[in-house]
Nanobody
Framework: QVQLVESGGGLVQTGGSLRLSCAAS????????MAWFRQAPGKKREFVAA???????ATYADSVKGRFTISRDNANKVNLQMNSLKPEDTAGYYC????????????????WGQGTQVTVSS
């Protein structure tokens, strides 16, 4: 099993940047593909970005492509660098993990963090 704790959320102006981190504890971090999802008030949770187990592959939602970058490091963390933020990026951001292959499908992720709030003011 793996436990996930997100950090780094906050309030930022349009065009600003934030860096989210997700600390993973438990065994075999490198056995898990990792992802970020987000959920805005009144909306369904949506995929943001995912990264493969060894970090050599990543995929992004079209809405964040070119602005967000997902990465993972040897300290059992997965990060989401968010640049050129827009008000529509306002949401709770959730880290998720699944065994083996990368995926953009929410139901394929069995481990979730509690989330961190990102608010982008106009």
């Amino acid at each position: 099993q793996v436990q996930l704790v997100e950090s780094g959320g906050g309030l930022v102006q349009t065009g600003g940047s934030l860096r989210l981190s997700c600390a993973a504890s438990g065994r075999s971090f490198n056995s898990y593909a990792m992802a970020w999802f987000r959920q805005a008030p009144g909306k369904k949770r949506e995929f943001v970005a995912a990264i493969s187990r060894n970090g050599d592959g990543a995929t992004y939602a079209d809405s964040v492509k070119g602005r967000f970058t997902i990465s993972r490091d040897n300290a059992n963390k997965v990060n989401l660098q968010m640049n050129s933020l827009k008000p529509e990026d306002t949401a709770g951001y959730y880290c998720a993990a699944r065994s083996w292959t990368i995926s953009s499908l929410e139901y394929e992720y069995g481990y979730w963090g509690q989330g961190t709030q990102v608010t982008v003011s106009s």
